[in-house]
């Protein structure tokens, strides 16, 4: 095999592992919801484009550390997700998951176009140093790439700590196991579901910064990778949390891999043809206990 | 019985199922602490949908429910389980994705601070739970997952227990045990409803039973007197102590039957 050939190969695997590491969160995000509210939150891309704005606040224009910005960005994108169940997803239960889901549609688009309508459409850029790429035997990756790649993995081990370690977490997976026997245990339902939004929205916006800080931030950015991020989670089971996980990094290196072998153009087909091929063939992705 | 209300007394309780609304159609049942009453009857009369009535994971639409003198019917599950009600349901009684540890504590929120103190007790009194103790109880046998739930249910000390068919799929000896266990935990003074289908064993260890036909109670009375009635005996146990019956005996519970 030609050299060059073996190192395109490696380079896109590189930035298949750190695109991944990104969309994991966000994936992590939707599935946690789906697995405690039963329905498929769409409006994840949405609150991830808020999350990294509120980064770009506090960074670009109040000039705190990056760090900070991904604090902001945990909370302003949990507590719009929270707001936006609490007033508007919340009432649309009665009517079925398929009503909450269309519902977290409509408000994606009233968020988007909020976030349009506040910061404009013009391409936005963080506060960074300019650094070089590094050479890492035959492959470069940038600085902030590993930095992201750290943060996001930081971040995976805070959410398996909570979910595995701490009474909170607890309930929350015994809500998704058994939501009857849970309330009969005294697990109050929705405070649980209230505190997994917000979990799972913050988790969202630091996905979504994340990817401003490897990009720019426009009033698109998470609706880019919403099919993404929805692929990720279906192919993992949704639901699963080390499914979402696992999905996020397949997809990711499939994308740059695609991206490499055919044209970026055909990236976005990478998400519709493995939810195609995941509910053909396995319905409950790859670690999904459940039929979806 | 005489003089004091029984601990836990349920009376014209009326309710079902958004597609069935009208499923149990005015039932009573009661409990007194320290008494073990067994509930029987045909597969679909409505004993299960009885027991979520009570629990409040259905919500009556008339009647009412004492627990220790409080009308808690119409309050929720977690409100009724803080009053003091354990309920173990006939299905999905355990949390499969958590480990036997983690379902114990589940057992024990309204009073964490006893949490590792009841816990051990558990872990005492079923020996078996310890060495599954980090596994996930979904990797339980039928008989393990039975008495993980019961001893769930009793992390929470209740008052009031209501078991629904402990030993359905149960080996003959499993059965056995778990029959004694909750003969036990009648004698440690909680009133125990428990709904079966294995009729003659739970009518031998029952201080009291009732038998519900279609949403209603049919009969009640001590447990032998009901064990050798013999319309009882014909209907629901097989007749054995009397000629065969002309027509085939009602079976108690087919399998597949509707949960
Ligand atoms: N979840 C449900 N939704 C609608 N109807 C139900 C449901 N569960 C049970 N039923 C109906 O209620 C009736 C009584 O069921 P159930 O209380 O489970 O009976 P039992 O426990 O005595 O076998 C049956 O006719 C059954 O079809
Ligand atoms: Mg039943």
């Not at chain 1, 969160?25 to 599935?31: N, R, V």
């Not at chain 1, 960074?59 to 990056?66: D, E, F, K, Y």
């Not at chain 2, 004091?4 to 409990?31: D, M, N, T």
């Not at chain 2, 009648?186 to 079966?196: F, P, S, T």
Request: hydrophobic share 55%; glycine share 12%; proline share 6%.
């Amino acid at each position: 095999m030609p050299e060059d050939v073996l190192q395109g190969w490696l380079q896109a695997l590189l930035n298949g592992v750190v695109s991944g590491s990104l969309l994991a969160l966000p994936a992590l995000g939707f599935s946690a919801i789906f697995a405690v509210l039963r329905f498929p939150n769409f409006a994840v891309g949405a609150l991830a484009t808020a999350g990294a704005y509120a980064a770009w606040v506090v960074n670009a224009r109040l000039g705190l550390p990056v760090g900070a910005g991904v604090a902001a960005a945990f909370l302003v994108a949990a507590l719009v997700g929270v707001l936006l169940e609490a007033a508007a997803l919340e009432r649309l239960g009665r009517g079925g998951a398929l009503m909450k889901a269309i519902g977290s549609l409509a408000m994606a688009m009233v968020l988007e176009n909020a976030l349009r309508f506040a910061f404009g459409n013009d391409l936005q850029a963080f506060d960074l140093p300019l650094a070089r790429d590094m050479l890492l035997g035959p492959v470069r990756i940038g600085p902030q790439q590993i930095n992201n790649f750290l943060v996001a993995i930081a971040v995976m081990a805070a959410l398996w700590a909570f979910l595995a370690l701490t009474p909170l977490g607890r309930s929350m997976r015994a809500v998704a196991d058994n939501p009857d026997l849970a309330r009969l245990k005294g697990v109050n339902p929705r405070r649980i579901a209230l505190i997994t939004v917000a979990a799972g929205a913050g988790l969202c916006g630091v996905g979504g910064t994340l990817i401003g800080l490897d990009t720019a931030i426009d009033p698109l950015l998470g609706g880019r990778v919403l099919l993404s991020v929805f692929a990720a989670a279906v192919l993992g089971g949704l639901g699963s949390i080390p499914g979402a996980v696992a999905g996020a990094f397949v997809i990711g290196i499939a994308e740059e891999f695609t991206v490499l072998a055919l044209s970026p153009s055909y990236r976005m087909a990478v998400g519709f043809v493995v939810i195609l091929a995941v509910l053909t063939v396995r319905p409950a992705g790859l670690l999904g206990s459940r039929a979806a | 019985m005489t003089g004091a209300a029984p601990l836990l007394q349920a009376e014209g309780i009326v309710g079902g199922y958004a597609s069935a609304e009208q499923v149990v159609k005015g039932v009573a049942l009661s409990a007194a602490a320290g008494e073990l009453v067994s509930v029987i009857g045909p597969n679909g009369a409505g004993k299960s949908t009885a027991l979520k009535l009570v629990a409040g994971l259905l919500r009556p639409s008339a009647g009412r429910v004492r627990l220790g003198g409080e009308d808690v019917a119409g309050r929720s599950p977690q409100a009724i389980a803080r009053a003091g009600l354990g309920f173990v349901p006939q299905e999905r009684n355990i949390f499969g994705a958590l480990s036997v540890a983690e379902n114990l504590e589940m057992g024990c929120l309204f009073e964490r601070g006893a949490m590792r103190a009841r816990a051990a007790e558990a872990y005492a009194r079923f020996p078996m739970l310890v060495e599954k103790r980090r596994a996930a109880a979904r990797s339980l046998s039928g008989g393990q997952r039975q008495v993980l739930a019961v001893a769930m249910a009793l992390m929470a000390r209740p008052r009031a227990l209501l078991l629904d068919e402990p030993t359905a799929g149960l080996s003959p000896r499993a059965a056995s045990e778990l029959f004694a266990l909750v003969r036990g935990i009648a004698d440690a003074g909680i009133a125990v409803l428990m709904v079966e289908q294995n009729a003659l064993e739970s009518l031998a260890v029952s201080d009291r039973a009732y038998v519900l036909v279609d949403g209603r109670n049919h009969l009640d009375g001590p447990a032998a007197a009901v064990a050798d009635d013999p319309d009882i005996r014909r209907l629901f146990l097989g007749g054995r102590t009397h000629p065969a019956p002309a027509a085939a005996p009602v079976p108690f519970q087919q399998p597949g039957g509707f949960p």
